[in-house]
């Protein structure tokens, strides 16, 4: 399923990213919408990032 959302992302699917200047992270979601979730085989995660 990876390559297939690479392709249509951009090559982003999930985690951190260094492109060029920008930093780019991309969450697998928190899982909390009742409707039919997109996450296929990776767990839900709430990210917290602190920049400093």
Do not use: C, H, Q
């Not at 990213?17 to 039919?36: A, C, H, I, P």
């Amino acid at each position: 399923m990876y390559p297939l959302l690479a392709y249509f992302n951009d090559g982003l699917v999930s985690g951190f990213y260094d492109r060029g200047e920008r930093k780019v992270y991309v969450t697998n979601g928190s899982g909390l919408w009742n409707g039919f979730t997109m996450r296929v085989g990776v767990p839900s995660e709430i990210t917290f990032i602190t920049l400093e």
